[in-house]
Structure formats: structure tokens, C-alpha cells
């Protein structure tokens, strides 16, 4: 059944009321995916839930009692048809109009479910723990241990911090889960540091046949028998490592690393290890003919001249040359601020001009200084790039950028696919003042695609006292009228060490412009996506 408009799962709605020989399959098509177990809830009687708007404005579903055997049937006949359900919706999404649940009904649920699957067909889900204020870890337990159903093929979990007891129930879990070598394809964890969880997950997916995704933010180095067990795997795509220099080593004196039987499937390396030279040398041991995308991060931040020469080596490199999408390097700490000659400028990116890019995420721990020209050439040299991030992260630039609003065109004019992008750039709305001052909008019409969702990061872009905020907000939209999330490095935490400047002292102010402009910049983004429907 193809859905080829916005009305069409309200016209499946109807075919699954108004004829018998379609409703299972518009049913089972509704039903398919959901990002949010709100309208699953309000299928049991309406006597046993109600529903009231919270302080923030969001309705929140809360059930008034124990369902009974005789309570399940509608919600069972519609659970058995979710195969895919997102509970970490994507930056920038606006779940107001789905509502929430009370955190008690995840406790009341599993109460009642006992033993038995309360989503019996699932397949895939996604789930991040919350850090409302709302929240209590026995809800967020609950919520995540109702997830582990029997036929889940695909996880994507992220974690924060457990009191003990809630750790041990979620290694206990894990521990009881997926014993079915044939069950799981992608096992996608993001918890913070937990070595008990962290080994469950390991040995979870250890006990996986036919994984094709490990991905994990590892606090330990992974044992050398573990990366062996991993590197068998005939038809692993992408995994994550982390890697300490032992190993490494003891891995490449190994016949076995740098052959084809080494990780043979490989498409993504992730690995974090101490220096970039260890990375390099995994490099070198994969050599996976479909490898096309690699992740670095590294916790002693390179030199810039040798960052230049790991980017040349990629070039020289002629399976890179020809088949690297997707790059991302980061370090975990930075380099101390304002150190001669550590900076990233436009030659130590020249090399990465060679190659065709489709994502590209830099955060080097140093600034990095380019200008509007050479945004320009990036902009020629990746028309398909969806996701270029260039140290947005942290708030240790320069006062000034040489990269303008007026510098971002180019991308927007050539780059059709981006919908991410992140980079500190000068908010000097000044060379739009003509067409704004006359009611036209700023940039005459120039834009990334508005009907992409777009998530805009400012990095550590200053807002002085003088910046006219709803000027810029309509510049800013007008550039990205499909707007979903503006992400700053000022509402980061960021210490003050000996190296402290200027800006650390504006950080609070900053950080609220900027959420001023966040919150005016989605909203007139939003009105011209309805300009452009009216114009259409």
C-alpha cells in the first residue's frame, strides 16, 4: 500500500472503518509505527484513564486503576500490530500535540502484564531515558524494561545516570535477553559511564550470530578475544571500539589484522582510542573493500599539522579516495586556548576537498578558522553532504569568525540534501538591512530545502548587546525555513580553567539570547513554510 500524500493515513482510517476487505491492512499500516504509547492507552475503556493538560501545556494520560483480563482486549488487538515504535523522537520535534504518559502507568502496566509481552510483535525500538523534571527512575525502569520484547530485532537506547538497584535490574534484564542467537541486527547503546551495564551489553551482543551493528560508547578498552570474536563476523557493517594502545599493537603483529578476513563486511570503523596514530593504525589493519565511513575520537587532541596530514593520507589513499562518505573526528579534550599555531584553517581541510563527502563532523579541540571562500568551495566540492559540523561544540574559537550569514548561500544554493549544520559564523545582519527595513525578506527567497527537517547549530557565535535579535531571527529563518532545532555551545557546561577569557563571563547572557532567537527563529520558520503553501 503506497501513501504518497499527508492525508494518507487519515484516508486509511476511513478504509479501515468503512471496508472489511482492507481493514487489516490499513490497520496493520497505521499501526506500524508509532512515537508514542498515548494512543495505545486510550484504547483501553475510557473509565479506567484520564487526561489533563501539566504545568508546561503538554497532556499527560494517566490510568485511574489496575486493567482487568477483561480491559486488554481492544489494547492486545492493537498492540500486536506496533513493529516499529520511537520514544527518542529527533532533535527539534515537537511532541505536544501527542501528549505524554504519567510515569505510574509504566508500573502499573508491567503489574498487570506480569511475564507476558506488552508489544508481542515489535521489532525495531528507540527509547532515551528523560530528564524532566517530572520523571522518577521507577517510571523510566519500567518504561525501558517494557520495551524488551520477544521479536525486537533493532534497539537504540540512550542512558543517563541509575541508582544502584535500577542498575542491577537493567544488567539482570539484559542479562535474561536475547538468548536467541538469531534475534538481534543492530544493538545501539548510549549509557553513561556504568561498567555493569556496559558488559552486559557487550556479552548481549556477543551472543548475537547475526549482528550487523554494535554501536556503544565504551569507557573501557575492549578485550583483545572480544575484538577478535567481532572481526569473524562475516556480516558486521558498522561497529564501535575502544581501543587502548595493547591491544592495538598486539592486533597488528596478528596475521589476521590488515587481511580481508579482518572485519570483511565493515562499512563504518568507529573507534575511540588515546591518540590519532592509533586510530591510523586501525585503519590500516580494516581492509574492508565496502568500508566508507569512519569515526574517530581521540582524548589527546593532535597537532594541527598532523590533523592535515591524516586528512592527506585519506586521499592518498585510493580505496578512501573512492569510497569515503562519512567522516567524524573528534577529541575529548581540547587543546589549551590560544596555543601558537594550533588552529585548523582552510589548507588543513584542503586535502578533504578531493573527496566526495556526504557527512563530515570536525571537533578538534582547537579553532577552526576558514572564511567565506572556502565554505564556498566545500559547498562545490559536496553537493550531497547532509551533515558538515565544523567545532561547534566547543566555546574556545576566536571573538571573531571570518565566516557571514551571507557566507552560508552558497550551501544552501548547492547542497540540497544538508539538513544539519553547525559552525561558529559572524551575526552581523548588516548587508541584509536594505530588503528588511522594506518589509522583503532578507535573502530574496535563497534557502535550504523548507520541507527538510533542519537542525542549525551556532556553535560558539557571539550575540553582542547591540544585535537587533528579531532581525537576525528573520534572517536565520529565511535561510533555514524548515527549521526544527537551533543548537548553541553556550548552554553547554564548559570549565573555567586557567586559559578562562572574556566570553566565559558572557556565557549566561549569551546562552539566553540565543534561546530567544531559537524560539522566535522555529516560529517564523514555521510561518514562511505556510507562506509557501499559500504561494504554491
Known amino acids: 500500500m503506497v501513501l504518497d500524500d499527508e492525508d494518507g493515513l487519515a484516508t486509511l482510517a476511513i478504509l479501515a472503518r468503512t471496508a472489511r476487505c482492507l481493514q487489516e491492512v490499513a490497520l496493520n499500516r497505521l499501526w506500524d509505527y508509532q512515537t508514542s504509547l498515548v494512543p495505545l492507552v486510550k484504547c483501553f475503556p475510557a473509565h479506567l484513564w484520564a487526561e489533563k493538560p ?36 529527533p532533535v527539534g520535534a515537537d511532541t505536544r500535540w501527542e501528549g505524554r504518559l504519567a510515569g505510574d502507568v509504566f508500573i502499573t502496566l508491567r503489574k498487570a502484564l506480569g511475564s507476558d509481552p506488552f508489544l508481542p510483535n515489535l521489532d525495531s525500538f528507540g527509547w532515551a531515558q528523560s530528564s524532566a523534571r517530572w520523571t522518577e527512575e521507577t517510571h ?77 560508547a565504551w569507557e573501557t578498552a575492549m578485550p583483545l578475544n572480544t575484538i577478535v570474536h567481532f572481526s569473524a563476523m562475516h556480516q558486521l557493517r558498522e561497529i564501535s571500539i575502544r581501543a587502548d594502545q595493547k591491544t592495538t599493537l598486539k592486533l597488528s603483529e596478528d596475521a589476521i589484522a590488515g587481511s580481508r578476513s579482518f572485519f570483511p563486511s565493515l562499512h563504518l570503523l568507529s573507534v575511540h582510542a588515546d591518540t590519532l596514530a592509533l586510530c591510523e593504525r586501525w585503519l590500516r589493519m580494516v581492509q574492508s573493500p565496502a568500508l566508507d565511513g569512519i569515526s574517530f575520537v581521540v582524548d589527546q ?26 567522516l567524524r573526528f573528534a577529541s575529548t579534550n581540547p587543546r589549551t586556548r590560544g596555543e601558537a599555531g594550533q588552529v585548523v584553517t582552510s589548507g588543513t581541510l584542503e586535502p578533504l576537498l578531493r573527496l566526495s563527502l556526504t557527512a563530515l563532523q570536525l571537533e578538534p579541540g582547537m579553532p577552526i578558522d576558514i572564511d567565506d571562500a572556502f565554505v564556498e568551495r566545500m559547498a562545490n566540492a559536496w553537493p550531497s553532504i547532509r551533515t558538515l559540523e565544523l567545532g561547534a561544540e566547543w566555546r574556545r574559537e576566536g571573538l571573531f569568525s571570518r565566516v557571514t550569514i551571507q ?66 531571527s528573520s534572517v536565520l529563518s529565511d535561510l533555514c525555513p524548515g527549521l526544527r532545532a537551533l543548537q548553541t555551545a553556550w548552554d553547554r557546561a564548559e570549565g573555567r580553567g586557567t586559559d578562562s577569557g572574556e566570553w566565559d563571563s558572557q556565557e549566561d547572557e549569551v546562552e539566553t539570547a540565543w534561546y530567544q532567537i531559537g524560539r522566535y527563529t522555529k516560529e517564523m520558520a514555521r510561518i514562511r513554510r505556510q507562506e509557501r503553501l499559500w504561494i504554491d
Not at 193 to 205: F, G, K, Q, T
Request: contains cysteine; proline residues 5%.
Open 407 to 472: 557566507g552560508l548561500i552558497p550551501l544552501a544554493l548547492r547542497c540540497e540534501d544538508l539538513t544539519k549544520l553547525a559552525l561558529t559564523f559572524n551575526t552581523d545582519t548588516s548587508a541584509f538591512d536594505g530588503r528588511y527595513d522594506i518589509g522583503l525578506r532578507p535573502l530574496n527567497g535563497v534557502s535550504f530545502d523548507p520541507w527538510n527537517h533542519f537542525v542549525l547549530g551556532v556553535g560558539a557565535s557571539m550575540v553582542y548587546h547591540q544585535t537587533n535579535i528579531a532581525m537576525l
Open 301 to 326: 587532541p593532535p597537532a594541527a599539522p598532523a590533523l592535515q596530514a591524516f586528512f592527506a593520507s585519506l586521499v592518498r589513499d585510493d580505496r578512501m579516495r573512492s569510497k569515503l562518505r562519512s
Open 54 to 89: 501539566g504545568d508546561d501545556g503538554v497532556r499527560t494520560v494517566k490510568l485511574l486503576g489496575e486493567p482487568k483480563t477483561e480491559d486488554w482486549a481492544r489494547v492486545k488487538f492493537y498492540a500486536s500490530r506496533i513493529r516499529t515504535l520511537s520514544l527518542n523522537p
Open 140 to 216: 523510566e525502569l519500567a518504561a525501558f524494561l517494557l520495551m524488551l520484547n520477544p521479536l525486537v530485532s533493532s534497539m537504540d537506547v540512550v542512558m543517563a545516570e541509575w541508582s544502584k538497584k535500577s542498575e542491577r535490574a537493567i544488567v539482570s534484564a539484559l542479562k535474561a535477553y536475547g538468548h536467541d542467537g538469531s534475534q538481534l541486527r543492530s544493538l545501539k547503546f548510549k549509557c553513561s559511564e556504568s561498567p555493569l551495564i556496559e558488559r552486559a551489553v557487550l556479552d548481549l551482543a556477543k551472543r548475537q550470530h547475526h549482528l550487523l551493528s554494535l554501536r556503544y
